[in-house]
C-alpha cells in the first residue's frame, strides 16, 4: 500500500498529551485520577460552543415539525454514539424509529467490529445519503472527531446537495467539515489521554453534543412535560411502573388512580395526564394534545 503524508500529527486530536506523558508509570489510582482531570475539561470544552448548539437543536426541531428526520453518520466511535443516541430516541421520547437514525461506515457489522478502512471511503458516504432519500425537510449530523473523515464528508456534501440543512460534530479547528457543513460544533477538547485514542475526551464530548441535540430539540416539539419524559413508551415492567410513576407526580393522584387512567389509554403518559388534569375522556385528551401539538403545558391549568 502507498502511504501519502496525511500531516495527522496538526490536529489536536492526533497530539501528544504532556500532562499524560508517564501514565505507563503510575501507579492505579495515579492513573485514574489524571484521567479524571482529563475528562474534567470535556464540559467547558463543550460549554464554548453552546451557541452553535442552539442553533443545530433549533434547526432539528423546525425538522421534526416539518416531518422532517434527524440523520446520524459517523465512523468508528463517532458512529456508534450516532447509532446509540438515535436508538434511544423511541424509547425515550416515544418517536418512530424513522424520525432519528443513525448509520455507521461498514454498516451495523461495525458496530461492534472495527472496520477502520470504512471510514476512507467517500462514496460509501454518498450513498447512504442517496439510499435512505434525504430532503431539504431533514437535518444530518455527520459525527467525525478529526473533521476529515471520507465517509462522513461524502454524506456531508451530497445532503447538502440534496437540501438538507447539515452540521458538523468534530473536535478540531478549522477542518474539512467546517468548510463543509451549515453549522460545524468542535468542542476543544485538548490531547488525548493516549495519543489518538478519539474514544476518550472527544468521543465524551460527542457524547454530551449528542444528548443536547436530541433532548433540547424534543423538548422544544413537547415530547417533555416539567421534567418528565411523557411521551415515553411503557414497554417492559420497569417502564410500565415509571409510566405510573410519571403521571403520579404530574397529577398528585396516587398509584391505584394512576394505573386505572393509564389502563384507559393504552399506557399512554400525556393522554393520561390531561385527563386527569382537565377531568376529561379519552377522546376530548388527545383532541387537547393534537390541537396543542403535543405541549401538556399549553393544555394543562
Same mark, same amino acid.
Not at 430516541?89 to 458496530?111: N, R, S, W
Given at each position: ?12 486530536? @492526533? ?16 492513573? *485514574? ?26 434547526? #432539528? ?11 446520524? %453518520? ?23 424509529? @424513522? ?9 451495523? /457489522? ?54 438538507? /440543512?447539515?452540521?458538523?460534530? %468534530? ?22 489521554? #493516549? ?12 457524547? *454530551?453534543?449528542?444528548?443536547? *441535540? ?6 422544544? #416539539? ?5 421534567? /418528565? ?35 384507559? %389509554? ?13 377531568? %376529561? ?7 387537547? *394534545? ?12
Amino acid at each position: 500500500m502507498k502511504l501519502k503524508n496525511l500531516n495527522l500529527g496538526s490536529l489536536t486530536t @492526533e497530539s501528544n498529551n504532556e500532562r499524560t506523558k508517564y501514565i505507563d508509570r503510575y501507579s492505579t489510582f495515579e492513573m *485514574l485520577e489524571v484521567m479524571n482531570n482529563e475528562d474534567k475539561m470535556v464540559a467547558f470544552a463543550v460549554e464554548e460552543e453552546l451557541p452553535k448548539i442552539a442553533v443545530a437543536v433549533d434547526k #432539528i426541531a423546525e425538522a421534526f415539525e416539518k416531518g422532517g428526520r434527524l440523520i446520524y %453518520c459517523g465512523a468508528g466511535t463517532s458512529g456508534r454514539l450516532g447509532v446509540l443516541d438515535a436508538s434511544e430516541c423511541p424509547p425515550t421520547f416515544g418517536t418512530p424509529k @424513522e424520525m432519528v437514525q443513525g448509520f455507521i461506515a461498514g454498516g451495523d /457489522y461495525a458496530l461492534r467490529n472495527a472496520i477502520e478502512g470504512a471510514e476512507d471511503n467517500f462514496q460509501d458516504g454518498v450513498d447512504l445519503i442517496k439510499s435512505i432519500d434525504v430532503t431539504e425537510k431533514d437535518v444530518v449530523v455527520g459525527i467525525t472527531a478529526s473533521g476529515r473523515t471520507k465517509y462522513v464528508l461524502g454524506a456531508m456534501e451530497q445532503a447538502k446537495i440534496q437540501g438538507a /440543512y447539515t452540521v458538523g460534530i %468534530c473536535n478540531n479547528p478549522n477542518t474539512e467539515l467546517h468548510q463543509v457543513c451549515d453549522t460545524t460544533i468542535a468542542p476543544d477538547v485538548g490531547p488525548e489521554v #493516549i495519543q489518538g485514542s478519539t474514544r476518550l475526551k472527544a468521543g465524551t464530548a460527542q457524547k *454530551l453534543v449528542l444528548n443536547m *441535540l436530541t433532548t433540547g430539540s424534543m423538548v422544544k #416539539i413537547g415530547k417533555v412535560y416539567q421534567n /418528565y419524559m411523557v411521551d415515553m413508551k411503557a414497554s417492559n415492567e420497569k417502564l410500565l411502573d415509571r409510566a405510573i410513576r410519571l403521571v403520579m407526580l404530574s397529577t398528585g393522584v396516587n398509584y391505584e388512580k394512576a394505573k386505572e387512567v393509564l389502563e384507559n %389509554c393504552d399506557f399512554h403518559v400525556k393522554t393520561a395526564i390531561v385527563m386527569i388534569k382537565e377531568d %376529561c375522556d379519552y377522546e376530548t385528551a388527545q383532541q387537547l *394534545l393534537e390541537d396543542a401539538k403535543g405541549y401538556i403545558a399549553k393544555i394543562v391549568r
